[in-house]
Each structure stands twice: as C-alpha cells, then as structure tokens.
Nanobody, 125 residues
C-alpha cells in the first residue's frame, strides 16, 4: 500500500515561513504528478498547488500564487511546499496527494489516487 507522509507543519506567526515535506517509499513516485491541498475547520478541502513529474509545470491557487512554491526531489521520493508570508487564512490541515493517472485536472481532488494523513499549519495574527 502506498503511503505518503507529510511533515513540517506547526504554529507560526503571520509573515513567517514554513516548508512542508511529503515523502513516500514507492519507487514510482517520479512518474506521478503531486499536489498539495488544505482544509480549514468547517471548510471543504481546497487545492493549493501541484506540479508534474519534474515540476517543470506548476500550478497554484490564486490565494497562494507568489507566496507558496512547490518543488520535488525525485531521487528522494519527496515533494515540498515552501510557504512564505503566511497569513492567518492559510491555517488548516495540509495534505499531499499523488496523481497516478495522467491527463486529469490538477486542481480536482478526485483526480488524486493517494493521500497523506495531513499536517497542521496554524498561523497566528
């Protein structure tokens, strides 16, 4: 069974930075597109960022573009989310997800096959 394990969440103040990591032991990681989603209390899960197998192509939601950056190291089976200039509205549980099948929407959670357990990010004002 494929496991994705996130780390790097925590409690920070507004305008601080955090870097989330998501690692798997699955050797087919390098062929997957990867995405980050988040869910705030009482809200639906929403798309944050994604990239293709090499991160030559990246996608961001309007709310994080220019502040968050997705990257990956395929040799380490790891994808990252660098989050800068954090805002209180960035608070939520952040999930990484793997898109195994190609040609699907990068922002639709239903396009992703495997999910991590999530890591909490809390931004205080």
């Amino acid at each position: 069974q494929v496991q994705l394990v996130e780390s790097g969440g925590g409690l920070v103040q507004a305008v601080d930075s955090l870097r989330l990591s998501c690692r798997t032991s699955d050797r087919t990681f390098g062929s997957w597109s990867m995405g980050w989603f988040r869910q705030a209390p009482g809200q639906e899960r929403e798309f944050v960022a994604s990239c293709d197998w090499s991160c030559d192509h990246t996608y961001y939601s309007d709310g994080v573009r220019g502040r968050f950056f997705i990257s990956r190291e395929n040799w380490a089976n790891t994808v990252y989310l660098q989050m800068n200039k954090l805002k209180p509205e960035d608070t939520g549980i952040y999930y990484c997800a793997a898109q195994v099948y190609t040609g699907l929407s990068h922002s639709d959670a239903r396009s992703y096959t495997f999910w991590g357990q999530g890591t909490q990010v809390t931004v205080s004002s």
